[in-house]
């Protein structure tokens, strides 16, 4: 296999991987320097991670939230490559690649993200699905789907059902979306679809291991979000760790909670690319980075997004959509203004703007931290992040497409996309130890 | 397991069994009757099946052509089932169920319609996908697509790439549909998005194996077809039957041709239920039914759409929507006659309203029958297409959706939904003796 040099000519090359927030604004920030760019992406779409749980909960398409990678970044000195790094001669700059192509570089940016983690338990992942891909929205909005229509099926059949407990696992912002959205789903979006049985008889439950849901928001919002869980009927059960996850159940200790659809929203483990550097990094896997955020002794290598373990005011640096925003930026202009024989002067600073999180239908709550310092609850938080999201979506099309699905979904209580594909299968349908009729476990409220 | 009647009363219970054209008729026309309808569908949505190929081809989403059962059908008289039928026991109106559940009957509507046949060669299926379903639509999306990326990997690594060749087997409507289609999206639409390869570089070509494409249209249309694939660079080769479909080529009796996707529009056979009710059914498994679409000596069982062996003005009923629709409503509306005590008198008549096959970007040919009587094609013909699938589409937030979808690809030439998903993995990529480089076959011209 050759090493593949594209650039023909003494361009640098800069190769960028992974084209989530932080590898598009990387190149964003590249488009005009006068360098060859490579972005690499398993995938060949980026995602809008925010609105993922809303592809799950049959509110959009995934062409809403999705866009192919060429498609968003078109400036003619950045080419677009779907394929996988697999590894890196450091030594060298090279990447080598899937297919079996090498690339040279002369700066990387390693922004892939982060996966899930099931803490060592990886039969666990089967059995309770994360959300970090399209595929895996599909999968969950097939299982919560289809949980319905087999407890419909069954009733007829038996005249009874098994308990419809979703148990979502961490209560962090995913798990607290997800909840919400499972909660209004079967309260009010598909009450009228069936016959036989009630889905507003659905109970959801969160189970978060530490003290507090929501953990990065300040305690009153915190408690804001309880409430407004609680008036969802959402149960959330703090400091309870799960122990095991079986088809049909979760074990929280010996206690057994029944499950026809269980969720994870709790570990998340950096990519395995950031160890393959074979530089410092954190027992998740985040890389070591300065204030500059290059890994020790590579000033040619930048990690940006959730891969990176940065510091900025004396705090670890979030790993959330806006910091990996504003760090590929910094990259790019770090690379642009290298190349220019300058050189970038201002370690990294996170601009925070605060946090939103929903929580179903017209609540939310909202720590904002700019262009005011306020805590939002309710209605208007959940209106500030409709308006946040809409605007931060990439694309027009997009945009257009999810305003108009949001606002059938608003005014008509309609979710168009409640499609259910793949296997008919439900992992523990049917578990014969899963006692079945009303409600079997009821959970503890908090 | 018990037999499951739900109808709890004198009401006669009326069996649907399939939720495309025909099913959703009868039920249609059952909605006022003194029945209790139960409509079982293996999937929870209905599919629009003359767009599936735009959901192939990146035009449309999964979710604007297709709809949940549960949100069409809202009669209180129906009920709507998420199962599969397995079997049945005609002598004691029974149909067993993939669950366990039995339903009693006393009027069946079968209408399950027809599936690929591979003629006996079932490894086919995997190297040459057809299209009948959204998970049939996203897997033909994921190759298509898929091949540009890794021929834009390959030329890369290697500075060649095999052959662009698109090999479609059956010049039917669908055939016909998908290589106007491929064309488009390799000459317009994704004409800017690589740097390497030149998607305009794709050969699409279909193989026939009848002497005429698109054998249900007069002679002067199939001309106008053939003259109008010409136009779009797609070769079609009639009287060519292929012999052997393997990873990279197919075969047409000793003559091999190179191909990156092969798609699969050839023969279609009966869903295997007609054969399961013990009846006589022809060679296709379609069931042989009397001019009241009885199987005989079963009055009480209906066969609608195309798993009906029907006859009309002594002529073979075509497996297409339009008599699938007007089946079901006939059925229907016999039985509605029949439980007030009156008998349908008229035999089924189908009244043709013509046929509309689509070639692509603004071409198209029709066979209008009603109001009037013409022969269209071009853009006119095309028009004429999208404003009657526009109508004929279940659902306003479909409508609105698909006709946006379709003004965004018409004027800015963008199509939204590029997305591939699942596996990298393209079967025959990469086998060792596909030759590579410029087009190693050129398609011969018809």
Redesign the interface.
Known sequence: ??A?D?TGGVRKRVLIVGAGFAGLRAAEALEHAEVNVTIVD????HTFQPLLYQVAMAVL????I???I??II?SPNT?V????VVGFDVDHRRAH?R???ELQYDYLILATGSTHSYFGKEEWASLAPGLKT??DA?EIRRRV??AF??A???M???GKHPALNFVIIGGGPTGVELAGAISDIAKLY?R?????IDPASARVLILEGSPAILAAYPEDLQNSALQQLKELGVTVRTGQRVTDVQPGYVMVGDQRIDSVVTLWAAGVQASPLGKMLGVECDKKGCVMVDEYLHPKAHPEIFICGDLAHAMSDGKPVPGVAQPAMQMGTYAGKSIALEVEGGRMKKPFHYFDKGDLATIGRSAAVGNVKWPFRAHMSGFMAWLTWLVVHIFFLI?F??R??VF?SWA?TYLFF?E???????S?ELPGWGVEDTPVGELTTQPIEP
């Open positions: 296999m050759a593949a594209v398993k995938k060949n779409h398409s995934a062409a809403d999705a866009q192919p060429r498609t078109r080419q490559l779907m394929d996988e690649l297919s079996g192509t399209i595929e599909v789907l289809l229509e087999k419909e099926g069954e007829l059949e038996t598909i009228k679809d069936f016959k036989h694309g099309r997009n257009f497409s108009r059938f309609q168009g996309v409640r499609l259910i594909t793949g008919q």
